[in-house]
């Protein structure tokens, strides 16, 4: 059974004398115990809102949020603020995009990581600290002790993704929910964290939410992947059949945009023509068909209803890609 339900979830931004703006336009998906689910997608297509919105840390005022975000059975979206503040850091976590700016620069590290524990877990200062530097070392920071009195700006770029982590894991959290956190990393810090995040999910059986627009951190990662384009889900499939067989001229084109290394020299990427700021309303037609390479009339003027086929692979287009393509990450 899924541990987590996203159903129908919409986020709405309104500012006064501006016309709102919806960031996140109904989507669905589900979150099995041990299963890693991406969620992919160029800036602005509502990844993080989403993420924000499940987490009950969008701001009351100026933010619509609707739909249902069940966790265990339970909506979180109907929770009362003291219940939800209780969850936080217990049975759900979030790791975010931008660690420097997501510590508290004036606040050991190590005290923010036993401020985890005291709070939910009741141990009092000394035992927590304990907790903190085993949490360190569980997470590779080299020499825990000494870093337990370091402050943010004097760790590295990697060391702060650990220490967040850290954070994230002290409670042993059934859901957790990382937001880029691979981003301005070099690849070798790359792969240690997602190898770091790979055995938390085999170890604890830990539900993990992946957002990211790397499609390299999918294919080594992600057991499910959801494609959003402009606030909705517009393909979903297995990361092999994803890769092997991508449907939404989207997806296609986010794999066609990858370097590979079997590329011969001097061939050129394909990028996807225009901005993400290129679409038209998703009730007037397909948002993608001002970008789309195989666009059709009916694309103009009507919304493409959502296709489950056999293996619960979702697409929303009316022209999907016929062609199976070979992919360097096919096999990852």
Request: charged share 25%.
């Amino acid at each position: 059974m899924a541990l987590l339900e996203v159903r129908d979830l919409s986020v709405v931004f309104a500012r006064k004398g501006e016309p709102p703006v919806t960031a996140v336009d109904g989507i669905s998906f589900d979150v099995e115990p041990g299963k890693t689910v991406g969620l992919v997608g160029e800036s602005g297509c509502g990844k993080s809102v989403t993420s924000l919105a499940i987490m009950g840390l969008l701001p009351p005022r100026g933010a619509e949020v609707s739909g249902a975000v069940r966790f265990d059975g339970t909506d979180l979206l109907q929770l009362p603020k003291k219940e939800l503040d209780a969850r936080r850091g217990k049975d759900l976590s979030m790791v975010f995009q931008d660690p420097l700016t997501s510590l508290n620069p004036v606040v050991p590290i190590g005290l923010q990581v036993a401020e985890v524990v005291e709070r939910h877990r009741g141990l009092p200062r000394k035992e927590a600290m304990g907790e903190a530097h085993e949490l360190l070392r569980k997470v590779g920071i080299p020499d825990p002790q000494r870093r337990l009195k370091e402050y943010p700006h004097q760790l590295s770029g990697g060391m702060r993704q650990r220490a967040l982590i850290a954070m994230a894991l002290a409670c042993k959290p059934r859901l957790l929910i990382a937001d880029e956190p691979t981003t301005a990393l070099d690849v070798t810090i790359q792969a240690q964290i997602l190898k770091l995040l790979s055995d938390l999910v085999a170890e604890t059986d830990t539900a993990l939410i992946m957002i990211t627009h790397d499609l390299g951190v999918v294919a080594g990662l992600c057991d499910e992947v959801n494609v959003l384009y402009a606030g909705r889900v517009v393909e979903r499939a297995a990361r092999h059949e994803l890769f092997a067989r991508p449907k939404h001229p989207y997806t296609a084109g986010l794999l066609a945009s990858i370097p590979r290394l079997d590329s011969s020299r001097g061939q050129r990427l394909a990028p996807i023509r225009g901005s993400v700021a290129d679409n038209i309303p998703w009730d007037a037609g397909c948002a993608f068909c001002p970008r789309c390479p195989q666009a059709l009339d009916v694309c103009e003027r009507e919304t493409p209803e959502v296709s489950i086929d056999v293996g619960a692979r979702l697409l929303r287009c009316h022209n999907p890609v016929r062609e199976p393509i070979s992919n360097s990450m096919e096999a990852s």
